[in-house]
Nanobody, 126 residues
């Protein structure tokens, strides 16, 4: 079983920054694309950013230029650096490890695909 665990959420004022981390089982990290997703109550989960095993990335339009996804194989972590945060970025953020051939496809997966963490809350106040 692949273990995925997010951390780094919190509360920040608009315009601030946060960095989310996603720890993945060491033996599995090199075999999966990694994706970040977010969800607010009563709305569908949406893809935010994804990265494949070679470092190619894909972003949702609403975070382009503000968020950066990266991964560190030595630390078995994927990261989401979030800058210029807006109140509408407030959500529960989830990380997933997904087998993929196309990194942009990762943004469309549902939670019945791949391995998911429990989420970390991000709250942005105005």
């Amino acid at each position: 079983q692949v273990q995925v665990a997010e951390s780094g959420g919190g509360s920040v004022q608009a315009g601030g920054s946060l960095r989310l981390s996603c720890l993945v089982s060491a033996y599995a990290h090199g075999f999966f694309c990694m994706g970040w997703f977010r969800q607010v109550p009563e709305k569908e989960r949406e893809g935010v950013a994804a990265i494949d095993m070679d470092g190619h990335t894909s972003y949702a339009n609403f975070v382009k230029g503000r968020f950066t996804i990266s991964r560190d194989y030595a630390k078995n972590n994927a990261y989401l650096q979030m800058n210029s945060l807006k109140p509408e970025d407030t959500a529960m953020y989830f990380c997933a490890a997904v087998v993929c051939a196309d990194v942009s496809w990762v943004l469309t997966v549902r939670d019945d695909t791949g391995y998911w963490g429990q989420g970390t809350q991000v709250t942005v106040s105005s």
